[in-house]
């Protein structure tokens, strides 16, 4: 007796399509990725307590309360145009490691937006920031 | 009669077959190496100033938002946790670089125990912000 073979069908996969779905996902990616430019400066603070303070004689002091900007021992008000002017002419950067401190002095109403632009004059004109806060400020006296 | 057979004209089909190939391969290679900003949630808007330039990306990140909640690598922190955190991120990297962001409207009186916090890690900080021109 002659029996039939029945045609056994293999099972096949179509992945014809899948480089068109790679490609698609690629063009999407590319479209849609967004990439992160980092701008700001690098800074390092120095920490220590008051008692370990250099003398502040050496040191220039720029004191921030609300939007007002007052530096040196006269306390002398200025814009933040000036700010920079001033930070630029003191050349930090040809003077010694002790006399480059810029201590900033900050009341609690200060902006971060103002205290910002402060820090970045003082990075910019190459001197080292020493953070003072008010409160030290009334500990120390 | 010896009659020279006639070449024939060079194949002009371009072997598509690998391509699928090559595209799987950049899709798992940017897969691999993409990193995330841990910090993409944190709603903020950035403080401006002319004195700043690039910035290299820190594998430590610190935000503060507009309503002064603050994250390390993007996940909430209290202000007292705040320095063990980041001692805890910082020990034994040869730079130790924190990436410090803050809201720009923030008072001093939010962000000013971040810097001291920093301060005394010893850590560099980046403060990234936008550039603004002159």
Not at chain 1, 83 to 111: C, W
Not at chain 2, 21 to 39: M, N, P, R, W
Not at chain 2, 64 to 78: F, K, L, N
């Amino acid at each position: 007796m002659k029996l039939r073979q029945r045609d056994k069908d293999e099972p096949v996969v179509d992945v014809g399509s899948f480089s068109d779905i790679a490609f698609l996902l690629i063009i999407f990616f590319i479209l849609t990725t967004t990439f992160t430019k980092l701008t700001g400066n690098t800074m390092s603070i120095p920490s220590g307590s008051t008692e370990s303070t250099p003398s502040e004689d050496k040191q220039d002091t720029i004191t921030l309360n609300g939007e007002e900007i007052t530096y040196g021992e006269t306390s002398k008000s200025m814009t933040l145009d000036e700010l920079r002017d001033t930070l630029d002419e003191s050349a930090y950067g040809e003077r010694g490691a002790d006399e480059r401190m810029v201590i900033l002095q900050s009341s609690d109403n200060v902006s971060f937006e103002l205290y910002y632009q402060v820090v970045m004059a003082i990075r910019n004109a190459e001197g080292v920031l020493a953070l003072i806060d008010e409160d030290d400020k009334g500990d120390e006296e | 009669v010896n009659i020279r057979r006639k070449r024939k004209p060079a194949s002009t089909i371009v072997p598509i077959a690998s391509m699928g190939d090559i595209a799987f391969l950049l899709i798992i290679f940017f897969v691999l190496t993409t990193t995330f900003a841990k910090e993409a949630k944190v709603k903020l808007e950035m403080a401006t100033s002319p004195d700043i330039t690039k910035l290299k990306d820190s594998q430590i990140s610190v935000t503060q938002d507009a309503e002064g909640v603050i994250r390390v690598q993007g996940e909430e922190c209290e202000m007292k946790d705040l320095k063990q955190k980041v001692q805890a991120l910082v020990a034994g990297k040869d730079k130790k670089v924190v990436m410090l962001k803050i809201d720009k409207d923030l008072k001093h009186s939010a962000f000013k125990q971040i810097f001291l916090d920093l301060s005394e890690v010893g850590a560099d900080i980046a403060l990234v912000g936008q550039k603004e021109k002159k």
